[in-house]
């Protein structure tokens, strides 16, 4: 009795407690008695592959869904989480991996915006600035708050949409794969910011992939696994391969595969090239590459640094304004993507569903799609159903498609089986160039291996080959020549097997190559 | 020059003014529903609606001011069955919209041959107009040019000074910022515990509130009649302009303007004996091509691509063309 007078006493070590939550979806259980504890200021990763059940988690806590079994406690107290509004009430925030941001609005509409400080009726925006103002400076999260957020950085709309959360006095804070979209300098600064929030005593919660993040900032790590909580530890205890066997249960190589150098020939060569963007701003400033054959040419670079024009402009589908670029020996700008594609070019695009494949048709139309005038689908004026299917069965095989047959709706297939079927498609048409745009984007680390060992296949084959991602591990593993892209730019060139990942990130953020190269 | 003088006066100006005011109404009206993320099609219908109960209240009750009751009401009516199957129910605002606009037509029709026995059009039988307001001294301030801000009915006045606020609604409300949000990100307004149905239901009926204004003053402001099918055609204009305005309430008025000028202008050439038809079609001509041109830049996407498209056709046709200038 008299220990719980005092405060000190009173406030129980955890946060949030959640005690076996089990969250089905028809006969599909995401989450299964699930347990979690997160101690009071501290960060706690919450790791696991892609349908492990750690989004689903989350939004169970933050009162998005509701779990079929299970209790929910905040600072001790069971709480049922009926809406987000519950949540925000009991000083839970939560920073979802696409943003919600309006774009038209300023900074600080968007951030008071559902809680607008009001004078006589009207909103004060001047009040509202002035507090957005001293809220990201006491929490060093530097915005202006005057400015609209449809011009700003990635990197700042989350600075955003973390003020967003405080200003409702959050005292934990969720963060969903928060680091996906920043350079590695935004990302440390982010993970600046987060120490400082545990050291203020708030607690954060964050969901990650990147396990190196995970080890950097975490106290503690909780691995999911196909919808249960496998582990539970303070992060010093895991190294990283333990991890990914916890979360795989198997052993994943993150290693660089060996390799012959190439010798090929120039197959792509693209020349100072120039392109605007949906918005008529220019979107490619004066790019200059080749891509020889039996090499992985890679494009890092933050999204939107004109990586996806770049791939558009290849295939055909953005005009260019100004420059050349030739495949083989033959100018492609000036033809339409068919004759681009029948002059050597396989695309797997960076959005499989609105460029990759139609989600309502079947495997085997996918897999006939662009090459139904060849054998062995034409058969005289008509398409061979039948043998569509024989070939669409041969490569759910070869590329290890996991449906039900060649009939099976693509729609229905899992993120990472949908890349397959545009993988099985792209990699089988014998083009001596190939574009890829993030292949394991949305792709659990189990199939994501398996990709880069397809990729690493057709580089064997001496197929020349171009590698956008944004995931910079990715390229690290695969090419032999790493570009780095910034505001539309190739802002340098390094070696695949002495790439640093310091350099790239500054190459990233915008920092010349001679400048990176001088400091190091 | 006699012609010039002729058709150019503080009388065409006048007519500018008038002719303005209720697809002006209409069209902010509409700019609660654009603004909201709907595409509102049936503002033709809620004027029409509006326009044949203000009369029909007018003679109910002999005054001009129930007659406006009446007709907001039936518009809002309307806007309330739109909301509930747009919003509510997730039925396709264009079909909604076009269905009630038929509708309209055809329940104004029958009302008039059921309540009054005759088609075509009401007269007389008791219709009361709305009021001018004189604005006083204006005519020993201003002289000749007194009629240009005096004289008008209270619609005119309400729907020119309602631009500005228009304006701080938008800029300075909490209910204005909302309407914005759940047009441009819904997904946003979600997030933070905005009802984004409950901010829809209150745009539509905004909406049908000033379409409703709109109609009264058709049928009791600017003359004082009905005729089958009054509004020709101004609820469309005024989907036209929100389509290129954006639901911005300085644009809504700059189109509104244009198209008042050009139906103004319309009416003075019909004076030169040009046929009818022909001028007719010439307010609609006008403002269409003007806003276009207007808003080239801001174009809709369709149309964007389609040019977009054919010039790469026309580039791949002719594939020696290697250097290309931006």
């Not at chain 1, 492609?332 to 569903?353: E, Q, T």
């Not at chain 2, 509104?256 to 003075?268: H, P, T």
Request: proline share 4%; net charge neutral; charged share 20%.
């Amino acid at each position: 009795m008299d220990s719980a007078s005092t405060p000190a006493a009173a406030v129980p070590p955890y946060a949030i407690e959640l005690v076996g939550i089990t969250k089905r979806f028809g006969t599909f259980t995401a989450n299964d008695g699930i347990d979690l504890r997160v101690r009071r200021g501290s960060i706690h990763a919450i790791i696991g592959e892609n349908g492990a059940g750690k989004t689903t988690l989350m939004n169970v806590l933050f009162g998005l869904l509701q779990p079929d079994e299970g209790e929910i406690r905040v600072d001790g107290k069971p709480v049922v989480m009926a809406d987000p509004s519950v949540a925000i009430a009991q000083g839970l925030g939560m920073v979802h991996q696409h943003f919600k941001l309006v774009p038209s609005l300023s900074v600080a509409e968007n951030v008071f915006l559902g809680m607008e400080i009001r004078t006589r009726g009207l909103i004060d925006h001047k009040k509202q600035e002035d507090r957005t103002r001293e809220l990201s400076r006491r929490f060093g999260l530097a915005v202006d708050p005057t400015e609209r957020v449809g011009l700003l950085s990635v990197g700042i709309e989350q600075r955003i949409e973390i003020l967003k959360v405080l200003v409702r006095g959050a005292r934990t804070v969720i963060l969903d794969e928060p680091t996906a979209v920043l350079t590695p300098q935004e990302s440390r600064e982010l993970f600046a910011t987060l120490r400082g929030f545990a050291n203020d005593g708030m607690t954060v919660i964050f969901i990650s992939h990147h396990l190196e993040e995970v080890i950097e900032v975490s106290d503690t790590v909780t691995v999911l696994r196909r919808g249960k909580a496998v582990a539970t530890r303070p992060t010093s205890e895991l190294s990283k391969s333990e991890m990914v066997r916890l979360m795989v249960d198997r052993e994943v190589s993150f290693a660089r595969p060996a390799r012959p150098a190439t010798q090929g020939a120039t197959v792509l060569s693209v020349r100072d090239l120039w392109a605007r963007d949906d918005r008529r701003h220019p979107a490619l400033r004066d790019v200059s590459f080749d891509v020889r054959a039996g090499e992985i040419v890679g494009i890092a670079g933050v999204a939107g640094n004109g990586q996806t024009e770049l791939a558009e402009v290849i295939a055909g589908l953005r005009p260019a304004s100004h420059g050349a670029a030739t495949l083989g020996a033959r100018d492609i700008l000036a033809l339409s993507p068919a004759s681009i594609r029948n002059a050597g070019l396989a695309h797997v695009p960076g959005d499989r569903m609105v460029r990759g494949v139609d989600g309502n048709a079947s495997i085997a139309s996918n897999l006939v799609m662009g090459r139904q005038f060849r054998a062995p689908w034409r058969k005289g004026w008509l398409l061979d159903w039948k043998a569509a299917d024989v070939e669409a069965t041969r490569m759910i095989e070869r590329f290890d498609i996991r449906a039900r047959g060649p009939a099976d709706t693509v729609k229905r297939l899992s993120g990472g089986n949908i890349q397959k079927v545009v993988l099985a498609r792209e990699f089988t048409n014998d083009a001596p160039f190939l574009l890829i745009d993030q292949p394991t984007r949305g792709v659990d680390i189990g199939a994501q291996e398996a990709i880069h060992d397809e990729i690493m296949r057709q580089r064997e084959k001496g197929i020349a080959i171009l590698l956008i991602s944004v995931q910079l591990d990715e390229l690290m593993k695969l090419a032999d020549r790493i570009l780095v892209m910034f505001n539309g730019r190739l802002m340098g060139s390094v070696d695949g097997e002495e790439a640093d990942e310091d350099q790239i990130g500054l190459m990233m953020a915008g920092v010349a190559q001679s400048q990176v190269e001088a400091a190091a | 020059m006699e012609v010039l003088t002729s058709l150019f006066n503080v009388a065409l100006l006048v007519a500018m003014l008038r002719t303005t005011a209720p697809i002006l109404l209409v069209a902010l009206g509409g700019s609660f529903t654009t603004k909201a993320g709907i595409f509102n099609i049936g503002l033709e219908g809620q004027m029409l609606i509006g326009a044949f109960f203000a009369v029909l209240g007018s003679i109910w009750t002999g005054s001009a001011w129930g007659g406006v009751l009446c007709g907001v009401a039936a518009a809002l009516v309307f806007a309330l069955i739109f909301a509930l199957l747009v919003v509510s129910f997730r039925a396709n605002e264009v079909v909604v919209g076009l269905a009630l606009n038929i509708l309209a037509g055809g329940m104004t029709i029958s009302l008039m041959k059921a309540v009054f026995g005759t088609r075509g059009s009401i007269v007389g039988r008791g219709i009361v107009g709305l009021p001018k307001v004189q604005i006083p001294y204006a005519r020993d301030v201003l002289g000749p040019y007194a009629q240009l801000i005096s004289g008008y009915t209270p619609m005119v006045y309400l729907a020119f000074v309602a631009v500005p606020l228009f304006v701080l609604f938008y800029r300075r409300t909490r209910l204005g910022l909302h309407i914005r949000v759940v047009g441009e990100k819904p997904e946003a307004a979600e997030a933070l515990g905005i009802s984004i149905t409950r901010v829809r239901y209150t745009a539509s009926l905004l909406c049908g509130l000033f379409a409703g204004l709109a109609g009264a003053h058709l049928s009791l402001g600017y003359i004082t009649m009905f005729t089958e099918n009054m509004s020709s055609g101004r609820g469309f204009m005024a989907v036209a302009i929100l389509i290129f305005s954006n639901g911005d309430p300085l644009r809504v008025l700059a189109g509104c303007l244009l198209f008042g000028f050009a139906d103004a202008f319309s009416l003075r050439l019909q004076t030169f004996g040009y046929p009818s038809y022909l001028i007719l079609a010439v307010p609609y001509l006008v403002a269409l091509t003007a806003l276009f041109a207007l808003s080239y830049r801001a174009r809709p996407k369709l149309i964007r691509e389609t040019a977009e498209s054919m010039r790469r056709f026309l580039r791949a046709e002719t594939p020696s063309d290697t250097t290309r200038p931006s």
